[in-house]
């Protein structure tokens, strides 16, 4: 079936610094990825919808200047998280839905990015 | 809002067991359910789907029915294995926007031993 990876797969980054993730799509286009984050023994909770092409749709409460997201082609988009603290540690993951597809059952998750900031 | 609500873990259930986790849902019309599984370093893989009131959704032994009376969507299996050990999600989407994301549960994980 189809493949969404996500690189890296974790992270530790020093207070203040930028973290770049990538979600790629491996064996179909893309046009809509989204971005959830977890916490510790909680629900995957959307943070954005990224469309190819245009810009990203982020959910009440996510600061669209911290979270960067650009998806520039059809199998990649990036997530950076820019001057990250210890409370942005999370775990993240991707899902990139196949436009061919039709039902929502043609969402494919990535493996997740784990993210520590000290 | 939409909200998803499942059974705390984790659960601990010894080989051919019978499993049970519960879900409920908030949601306005009819939204699609889904289970999704996480395997230990592995990403979501949809486990089973129900688009419908009283449909059933089947795969590798497990099953739920969309039970709208009780707003459910319980999973169950008759006989766990070891391979089943995994985080399960319970999750709904809007059948009518297209491509929308998921409302997730928190998950549940499931520990079988031998």
């Known amino acids: 079936g189809a493949v969404v990876s996500q690189h890296p797969s974790r992270v530790i980054c020093k207070s203040g610094t930028s973290v770049k993730i990538e979600c790629r799509s491996l064996?179909?286009?893309?046009?809509?990825m989204f971005w959830y984050r977890q916490f510790p023994k909680q629900s995957l909770m959307l943070m954005a919808t990224?469309?190819?092409?245009?810009?990203?749709?982020?959910e009440q409460g996510v600061e669209k200047d911290k979270f960067l997201i650009n998806h520039a082609s059809l199998t990649l988009s990036t997530l950076t998280v820019t001057s990250a603290h210890p409370e942005d540690s999370s775990f993240y993951i991707c899902?990139?839905?196949?436009?061919?597809?039709?039902?929502?059952?043609?969402?494919?998750f990535g493996p997740g990015t784990r993210l520590l900031v000290l | 809002g939409n909200s998803v609500t499942q059974m705390e873990g984790p659960v601990t259930l010894s080989e051919e067991a019978f499993l049970t986790i519960n879900c409920t849902y908030t949601?306005?019309?009819?939204?699609?359910l889904f289970w999704y599984v996480q395997y230990p370093g592995e990403g979501l893989q949809l486990l089973l789907k129900?688009?419908?009131?009283?449909d059933k959704g089947s795969n590798k032994g497990f099953e739920a029915t969309y039970r709208k009376e009780t707003t459910s969507f319980h999973l169950e299996k008759g006989s766990v294995q070891v391979s089943d050990s995994a985080v399960y999600f319970c999750?709904?989407?809007?059948?009518?926007?297209?491509?929308?994301?998921?409302?997730f549960g928190k998950g549940t994980r499931l520990s079988v031993i031998a």
């Open positions: 949601a306005t019309g009819y939204p699609s």
């Open positions: 999750a709904l989407s809007d059948p009518y926007s297209g491509n929308t994301p998921l409302v």
């Open positions: 990224s469309n190819e092409g245009s810009k990203a749709t982020y």
């Open positions: 129900a688009t419908k009131a009283d």
């Open positions: 899902s990139a839905s196949d436009p061919f597809g039709g039902l929502q059952e043609t969402q494919y």
């Open positions: 064996d179909f286009q893309a046009t809509t």
